[in-house]
């Protein structure tokens, strides 16, 4: 079974962060987008962009770490 992508206002709603925090994340590197619909939007895979947004949230919450320090973190 095809899993369904989200856009990026449906992932919104779901993880509680607004588009625009999805999109500082996928143009950092910290979020990668599945592809794009036809009209342009970015799609995501449900399971993967909302497990990384939680854990980016609770990197910058918990413990402190900037943007560049959670690069680092996650590729490792």
């Known amino acids: 079974m095809k899993t369904r992508l989200l856009k990026i206002g449906q992932l919104s709603r779901i993880v509680g962060v607004l588009p625009s925090t999805i999109n500082f994340y996928t143009n950092e590197g910290l979020l990668k987008a599945g592809g794009r619909s036809r009209g342009g939007y970015r799609l995501y895979e449900p399971s993967y962009a909302i497990e990384r947004i939680k854990l980016i949230q609770k990197l910058q919450r918990e413990k402190r770490l900037r943007i560049d ?8």
């Open 69 to 76: 320090e959670i690069k680092l973190k996650l590729k490792t």
